[in-house]
Nanobody, 123 residues
Framework: VQLQASGGGLVQAGGSLRLSCAASGRTFSQYTMAWFRQAPGKEREFVSAISYRGDNTYYPDSVKGRFTISRDNAKNTVNLQMNSLKPEDTGVYYC?????????????????WGQGTQVTVSS
């Protein structure tokens, strides 16, 4: 699976952005998908995950209620709607895929990664 993330940009605090991740390959619907982010000088951080059928989603407390992950298996895409953005949401956002039916918060558990898209939230 090849992944390509897009949709990042510069936004003021309180604003919204929608990230998209396009996947190649006919087996996209068999992968658990996730978003991670990485701020300068920090470790890569789990942001959200969605089961392969899209019927289960997962968020850490830091983004719960503000971010929404979704997927369209017919279009091989996974999206991350980010609302009420805060300066601490700034970072490079990556989409990732694992062939496991479970989701993981550890980045090393994911098999495929997109190239990342920059999100900057100004105060």
């Amino acid at each position: 699976v090849q992944l390509q993330a897009s949709g990042g940009g510069l936004v003021q605090a309180g604003g919204s952005l929608r990230l998209s991740c396009a996947a190649s390959g006919r087996t996209f619907s068999q992968y658990t998908m996730a978003w991670f982010r990485q701020a300068p000088g920090k470790e890569r951080e789990f942001v959200s995950a969605i089961s392969y059928r899209g019927d289960n989603t997962y968020y850490p407390d830091s983004v719960k209620g503000r971010f929404t992950i979704s997927r369209d298996n017919a279009k091989n895409t996974v999206n991350l709607q980010m609302n009420s953005l805060k300066p601490e949401d700034t970072g490079v956002y990556y989409c990732a895929a694992t062939a496991s039916s479970y989701y993981y918060v550890m980045p090393e558990k994911y098999d495929y990664w997109g190239q990342g898209t920059q999100v900057t939230v100004s105060s």
